[in-house]
């Protein structure tokens, strides 16, 4: 089971992402959007979403260039192991922190008010709820780091990334013997992934870099004008 999770089901969770994301944009493009609700109670959505935003962001790069970057590169510049893991304790924990908050609110904002429950659907509060879980077991597992300042437990999800990269069939026993709270998150982190092309974790994928040469005018016309024509 340890090899199927960690060795067989990061792919099906990638492959499910892009392949799916594809399919929808192709046959529900109008369905690619975060489904704003702005207009009610905007103060709580602009702090919540806020923090959420920032802190997910900051987590995402962090754990992107942490995973991603061969060892080599951190040895050629002179960073050691120890100074990168108390580096992703102390910036994964504080955007951690400030995730959590912000997705709490953004939450109780979705949960309570009458009005935005019903223009959110089941799949929207589950994706969040589990976004929320996902940052509580994230900083369980800087709890756990603190006990290993010397960053050899990080070289040892280095080592996974890359063999997943690489296609290293041994890739799932780098992480044999980790903390259980880190392969809870792992996997819940490759389900997110999964989940993308049917939640509105889609959004996530858009650029609008349209924006950069549209036309500047749009041209608006009234409802006495449309039904005259």
Same mark, same amino acid.
């Given at each position: 089971?340890?090899?199927?999770?960690?060795?067989?089901?990061?792919?099906?969770a990638?492959?499910?992402?892009?392949?799916?994301?594809?399919?929808?944009?192709?046959?529900?493009?109008?369905?690619w959007?975060?489904?704003?609700? =702005?207009?009610?109670?905007?103060? =709580?959505?602009?702090?919540?979403?806020?923090?959420?935003?920032?802190?997910? *962001?900051? $987590?995402?790069?962090?754990?992107?260039?942490?995973l991603?970057?061969p060892? =080599?590169?951190?040895?050629?510049? @002179?960073?050691?192991?120890?100074?990168?893991?108390?580096?992703?304790?102390?910036? !994964? @924990?504080?955007?951690? #922190?400030?995730?959590?908050?912000? !997705? %709490?609110?953004?939450?109780?904002?979705?949960?309570?008010?009458?009005?935005?429950?019903?223009?959110?659907?089941?799949?929207?509060?589950? $994706?969040?709820?589990?976004?929320? #879980?996902? %940052?509580? %077991?994230?900083? @369980?597992?800087?709890?756990?780091?603190?006990?290993? *300042?010397? !960053?050899?437990?990080?070289?040892?999800?280095?080592?996974?990334a890359?063999?997943?990269?690489?296609?290293?069939?041994?890739?799932?026993?780098?992480?044999?013997?980790?903390? *259980?709270?880190?392969? $809870?998150?792992?996997?819940?982190?490759?389900?997110?992934?999964?989940?993308?092309?049917?939640? /509105? %974790?889609?959004?996530?994928?858009?650029?609008?870099?349209?924006?950069?040469? /549209?036309?500047?005018? =749009?041209?608006? /016309?009234?409802?006495?004008?449309?039904?005259?024509?």
């Amino acid at each position: 089971m340890h090899d199927f999770l960690f060795g067989i089901y990061p792919y099906i969770a990638v492959t499910v992402m892009f392949l799916g994301s594809a399919i929808r944009y192709e046959r529900d493009p109008f369905t690619w959007k975060s489904s704003s609700s =702005q207009l009610l109670r905007r103060k =709580q959505l602009v702090i919540g979403s806020s923090l959420f935003h920032v802190g997910v *962001l900051v $987590i995402f790069l962090g754990h992107l260039v942490g995973l991603l970057t061969p060892i =080599q590169i951190f040895d050629a510049l @002179g960073i050691s192991h120890g100074f990168k893991q108390t580096l992703a304790v102390v910036a !994964g @924990g504080i955007a951690g #922190v400030m995730a959590l908050v912000g !997705g %709490l609110m953004l939450f109780h904002r979705r949960w309570t008010d009458p009005r935005i429950r019903k223009t959110s659907t089941k799949a929207d509060i589950m $994706i969040l709820g589990l976004l929320l #879980v996902q %940052l509580v %077991l994230g900083l @369980g597992t800087v709890l756990v780091s603190l006990n290993h *300042l010397d !960053g050899h437990e990080m070289t040892k999800f280095m080592a996974w990334a890359w063999g997943i990269v690489t296609f290293d069939s041994d890739a799932a026993g780098y992480i044999q013997d980790v903390a *259980l709270v880190f392969k $809870i998150h792992l996997f819940l982190g490759l389900t997110i992934f999964l989940l993308v092309p049917f939640t /509105r %974790l889609i959004h996530i994928a858009s650029a609008p870099l349209r924006y950069i040469w /549209r036309p500047g005018y =749009q041209i608006v /016309r009234s409802r006495r004008a449309g039904s005259a024509k």
